[in-house]
């Protein structure tokens, strides 16, 4: 029977070995706790190799994701299908064994780490996530979803405002089940941290509410395993262990200092490491037995049966709680959702409101449809109007709620989404003004990345805001988000294209969907039945060109989204009543309509009409896209001022006037 | 002699009445914290109304800028430059009272605030700049830098992120002269806090290794007398006064609750309030003896006409420290830069370098001839190559250095710096990542919109940072920082283009620069002295079309950026070898290129010449801007991998074979 160091050195060995493969990566961290991890997932971490998506396992983050090598040795250690070519393609192109920890390269990775605190803020979304599935959903004597969140933070993660965000909230919500165990190896980059990290954690996580276990050596086991086992008799604080390691512990030369952190050690350090270590195996060879002592296959396997059997009790006593469950869990929507109900209702209403307003009606309308949603917004629910009718507030003592008072934390917010939804159960949704997107925009980007189904309702999108001023009006975001590849991005111009938007929201699996909200009125467009259709297409004709009542090849398309289509359609009716043919293009998605085929962009925007005129309170440039340079762009190139919406869309050329008066000048 | 509750109320009464009129704006805030500006203001701020440029003058940041009537009756009162009038118009078009305060739209303006947090992060730098510079000036019996710094903060800056980086790195540093009140009023926008924020924020502050008062009554003007008093004798810790406020304090039936928060008070509470405080005046009149007893006038000059003679005996004792002292607060450059020789021997040099690399080499170049230079980078300086030689870290042991090891904490960085630029007397430069100028995002855009000189050195820029993967890999990042206003953007092709980069940023007066560099090295490329000048106009012809051996209008035009000029150069050789006229275009700098006169564009990109095609590893969208319709662009459309830099480029299809192929079909 190997030793729990032996063990452990298995992690240590593959770790430096890989990385030296590569010729790049991070050995400091996996070598550094290493002895951690193999107390936690030896004796403690519940989970199935054989079933990476088992939905009661213990979820198990490396905030730290740098350390991947540590992940990936541990996944292949236990039996997760990752062969040990993988660990030597470590950083290879088409690898399961990315730089960082990749969601949806191996399995076993739970979420995509390496910008730092977003681990730490995803496992907050997953002990949430748990937390609101149990109360939700467990009966009495039906303890079905039930598992802790492990997570492992560096000194990155805790010096990152995002650590800030997410630890105070934990404590708030009394995270009972969540476990973080931080690496104090006393070394970041820049070299001893001491010249730029002092503070008391203990003390900073014990001020958020949290139970600490500090001055733990993280390089013995038995003091690892008696920190985990007082963690876990706290039920209603989140536990912060504080471990003491030595950064690419063995490795004799470089250990305890920065040149073991974020590269490889070199041929002579590592053989010099195996020596320290005794590990006399080759690189990348792992003895059978120590393979055996870490083997999870069976103890998984055995675990998982046993809960399957007590959902089977479940399912029969509860059959209705566990229908709802099972969708839930694999991300299905009910059979009758009613979004286009919706949209088509909101046609026939006609009402000429604020795209805001129109959308919390839309989650007025859908909320009882989909216990799944789970909402908030970052301190601005009255502004964002999130709130609907059916929200009820998540507190330590109604744990069954479906909304989240995220406070003022935009970027904890956005990553405690992610890992909302990457826990499975839920489909989060969260608000703030378009501007703060800027403050969260990293955790945007790895939802997009990861393909997470986060909704985000981004209120207040143009200088339309008015007085709050420049710091408040957006003005390059919607590019930004129009680049960002994989998030779909809708600005819709009334209530009707905010249905159609919240409904594709909903039904998008594969990824993110920012929801670009106006803070003021917007007036309400006719539409045909087709043109309802064609909101779906991201882009559509909203009028057609038409010269003596007929249908006729455009003079000049006028391409507009948002606040800004209400404006094109009163400009092309003046330019009509001047005799010219113009066509009116609503863009609400351009992600969307990028997305369709070819003969359908080229219907609405004909390559033989090059006179293109876009409007949109945002950033010109993005528009060149659409209008080449042959068109025109009416859109904002400096930041906004302070004044009431009307005096400024009229202050930045957004009037009928000017829009015909550069319509005129593009027709020539 | 009015009392302090009349002089505060004269604060409570024009707040109400701005909002009022406006019909818009935070009532709650001023009303809350009135008292505590009144003995902050009377009684210990050093400052000079008739001269609020004077370089010694205490600095006084709102971070919770939604209170912006707070600080323009302070202003008006005091007797600055900001007439009743300015008040009438608070958060209407072209006044100086804009809905959150903008930095140069009225005078005692410090820092644009409003975005939570980053006030207080620039009052950090401000402290940092304050201190840094004393250490380096002042000379014993001449302290003529020595001045405090005041900050107050709100629930929200302390839930955002940012407060954590900022107090932590605060408390690292030992910053005695930071005084920061914390109205702490139980209040956000969602409600009673405690639903969302429990934070022990004492606890959390001394976590930081600052000195808190706690339990202050921020409407008894004795305790806050005291809390002052307590807080001006620590000399090595910050100081954060915790008031209990109430907010909206004086409106009977709105104070304390949400409702005083953001929104006009209604003329039946103004009313109700105006009894409730005693205040019998009309609206936006102030009596007579409440102006006398708040203006600061008289005070304000004596005090400044003190430090002048002080300054003068300063200057008669250290002449040269004097001179360069007065160059620096006025923001001028020393006469003998030597940026264009620096271009020039970068040039003659020919040395094919990571661009990362060739900056340093800028920075040791010209960090000797600018004592200014205030570096950092967020714990990646051996990644970054921003410790130059010259390069001292400042600590509380070594306050006169001029570079700070920020640590891990990217946005806290971006605002301090905007702190130090403000301040005066430093060019703040910092880097991190390309990818994670995200996390400091928003810090970035309230430089561009106030126009501080700041400078961010951007490094690991694309695809080409390999194996980290797409965590790491920026790709929509350079659209963002094109699209913000004001920002002026660098991607140099090798060293002679980072030096051009290095010298424009350190010219430039108006706002920020970010330079956007490599990890990987870049191919140095041959110039004309006149292409070497037209570096600067941020876009020039770097190879001519040429058809035997005549120079011609092109047939294709190639438009690059950074690691893709030379791919760009080497597909112009092998196309120009297939018998096609090909020039090449290099673009730096967008943003300069844009600035050029329209003779001088049409003479890079000539209208005629429509057979474009864009190379940049960055998203492609960007490029329609300048290739439009007719052309084509090379770019990335999708997130990156981990992979070796070279695997990736071919990946990617940044080839030779690609980019003549792509160029072929253009060609027709």
């Known amino acids: 029977m190997p030793s729990r ?21 991070h050995p400091g961290a996996p070598m550094g706790m290493a002895d951690i991890a193999e107390v936690l997932w030896n004796d ?12 009661d396992r213990d979820r198990f983050v490396l905030s730290n994701g740098h350390g991947s090598m540590l992940l990936y040795s541990l996944l292949h250690l236990t039996g997760y299908e990752l062969s040990l070519e993988e660990l030597q393609n470590f950083r290879q192109l088409h690898s399961k064994t990315a730089g960082h920890p990749e969601y949806g390269y191996a399995p076993g990775i739970e979420t995509t780490t390496g910008p730092l605190g977003q681990g730490l803020a995803n496992a907050v979304g997953m002990a949430l996530a748990e937390r609101t599935l149990a109360a939700q959903f467990n009966r009495p004597g039906h303890a079905i979803v039930d598992h802790h969140t492990w997570c492992f933070v560096g000194d990155g993660c805790l010096m990152e405002g995002i650590s800030h965000e997410v630890a105070s909230l934990a404590g708030t919500q009394r995270l009972g089940k969540l476990i973080t165990f931080y690496d104090d190896n006393g070394i970041s980059i ?21 139970h600490v276990v500090a001055n733990v050596d993280g390089h013995k086991p038995e003091e690892i395993q008696a920190a985990i086992a007082l963690a876990k008799t706290q039920d209603d604080k989140p536990s912060l262990i504080i471990c003491k390691t030595i950064i690419g512990f063995g490795a004799p030369n470089k250990q305890g200092k920065e040149e073991s952190h974020g590269a490889a050690l070199g041929e002579d350090e590592v053989a010099a490491a195996r020596k320290q270590l ?31 059997s007590r959902f089977e009790r479940y399912a029969a006593a509860y059959p209705s709680e566990a229908a709802q469950l099972q969708r839930r869990l694999k991300g299905e929507l009910p059979a009758e959702l009613g979004g286009e109900k919706l949209i088509q209702q909101a046609q026939e209403a006609g009402e000429s409101t604020a795209s805001r307003k129109a959308s919390l009606a839309c989650l007025n309308a859908l909320g009882p449809q989909l216990p799944e949603l789970l909402g908030g917004s970052a301190d601005l629910a009255p502004s964002n109007l999130t709130f609907w009718k059916g929200a009820k507030a998540i507190t330590p003592e109604a744990t069954d709620g479906n909304y989240l008072h995220y406070g003022v934390r935009e970027f904890g917010m956005a990553a405690i989404m992610n890992g909302i939804a990457l826990h ?15 403050y969260m925009r990293n955790a945007v980007r790895m939802a997009a990345l990861m393909g997470t189904k986060a909704i985000y309702v981004f209120t207040h999108d143009s200088i339309g805001l008015g007085e709050d001023g420049p710091t408040h009006q957006p003005i390059e975001q919607l590019t930004t988000l129009r680049s960002t590849p994989n998030l779909a991005t809708w600005r819709p111009c009334d209530a009707v294209e905010t249905a159609a938007a919240w409904n594709a929201a909903i039904k998008r699996h594969s990824g993110p969907t920012a929801l670009v909200f106006s803070r003021q009125n917007l007036a309400h467009q006719e539409r045909s039945k087709q043109q309802l259709a064609n909101i779906q297409r991201g882009g559509y004709v909203l009028k057609a060109s038409v010269r003596k009542d007929k249908v006729v090849t455009p ?8 606040s800004e289509v209400g404006l094109a359609m009163d400009a092309a009716a003046e330019l009509e009543g001047q005799g010219h043919a113009v066509r009116v293009v609503s863009m609400p998605s351009t992600y969307r309509f990028d997305g369709q085929d070819e003969a359908y962009r ?19 440039d993005f528009w060149y896209k659409y209008v080449g340079l042959d068109g025109d762009i009416i859109g904002m190139s400096t930041f906004g001022e302070s004044a009431p919406a009307g005096d400024l869309f009229k202050h930045f050329g957004f009037t009928v006037a000017n829009v015909v008066a550069r319509a005129t000048a593009l027709l020539g």
């Open 5 to 25: 160091f032996e063990l452990a050195n298995a992690i240590r060995a593959l770790s430096m070995d890989a990385v030296q493969k590569a010729n790049s990566g």
């Open 44 to 55: 403690h971490l519940k989970h199935n190799p054989a079933d990476p998506t088992w939905p």
């Open 190 to 210: 820049d070299g001893e941290v001491e010249g730029w990290f002092t503070d008391d954690t203990a003390k900073r996580f014990e001020a958020y509410g949290w």
């Open 278 to 308: 005794d590990w006399p195996h080759k690189p990348f060879h792992v003895p059978e037995e120590i393979y055996q002592g870490w083997d999870a296959r069976e103890a998984g396997s055995a675990r998982q049966a046993d809960w399957q």
């Open 424 to 438: 499975g159960g839920f489909v989060p949704y969260g608000a703030t003004f378009l501007i703060f997107m800027e």
């Open 555 to 562: 003079d000049l398309i006028l391409i507009a989204t948002g």
């Open 602 to 620: 080229e219907n609405v925007l004909p390559r033989a009409v090059t006179k293109r005129l876009a409007i949109e309170a945002g950033h010109r």
